[in-house]
């Protein structure tokens, strides 16, 4: 039998490669877009930050203010924190 923590990781990971396939998808499709990444990688990162730690009602403290990733890595698909 599949554990909690076992299933939501893997819900999360399966998030993770699907968003990155939406990012590669459009930034193909509109390649203008790659100019302004570095423009908003902080504020889509503080949002996401904020969002989990709302829906999931976590302390703030769990997740870093400033992200432990670079732009970079979460377009690369092999990487995974």
């Known amino acids: 039998m599949i554990?909690?923590?076992d299933y939501n990781a893997r819900r999360w990971r399966n998030t993770v490669v699907e968003q990155r396939r939406q990012i590669a998808y459009t930034l193909a499709d509109s390649p203008s877009l790659k100019a302004i990444l570095n423009d908003v990688f902080l504020d889509c990162y503080t949002?996401?930050?904020?969002d989990t730690i709302n829906k999931?009602?976590?302390p703030a403290t769990l997740f870093p203010e400033e992200p432990s990733f670079s732009l970079?890595?979460?377009l690369n698909a092999d990487f995974m924190p």
Not at 47 to 50: E, I, L, S
């Open 56 to 58: 999931y009602q976590l």
């Open 72 to 74: 970079v890595q979460i």
């Open 47 to 50: 949002d996401a930050r904020n």
């Open 3 to 5: 554990e909690e923590k």
